[in-house]
């Protein structure tokens, strides 16, 4: 059974930091993009921040450009996003997905596969 499984989520205050993880199981993902979304309550899910397949490219939304990083261990198959200067804004349940192909970015549609979510709550 294939699964990506999240972790890392709580309660931080504002300022602080986060790292989620994101382990896979069932199959490799090291020749997949993999990315981050995120969705507050009464809000769609967004895009938050993707790596291709070997890390040489990240991309963010503007939103948390210069605070989050993304990162992959392609050996462990996991996938990170180390969060700082967290802001009541970033509340949210943060999914982890893996997309069809090595390179896409933002498109929430072309990621089949996706873990179950964890919370994350930013305290002002």
């Known amino acids: 059974q294939v699964q990506l499984v999240e972790s890392g989520g709580g309660l931080v205050q504002a300022g602080g930091s986060l790292t989620l993880s994101c382990a896979g199981s069932?199959?490799?993902?090291?020749?997949?993009?993999m990315g981050w979304f995120r969705q507050a309550p009464g809000v769609e899910r967004e895009f938050t921040a993707a790596?291709?397949?070997?890390?040489?490219?990240?991309y963010y939304a503007n939103s948390v450009k210069g605070r989050f990083t993304i990162s992959r261990d392609n050996a462990k198959n996991t996938v990170y996003l180390q969060m700082n200067s967290l802001k009541p804004e970033d509340t949210a349940v943060y999914y982890c997905?893996?997309?069809?192909?090595?390179?896409?970015?933002?498109?929430?549609?072309?990621?089949?596969?996706w873990g179950q979510g964890t919370q994350v709550t930013v305290s002002s």
């Open positions: 069932g199959r490799t993902f090291s020749g997949n993009a």
């Open positions: 790596i291709t397949w070997n890390g040489a490219r990240t």
């Open positions: 997905s893996a997309a069809r192909d090595p390179y896409t970015m933002v498109d929430a549609r072309a990621y089949p596969y």
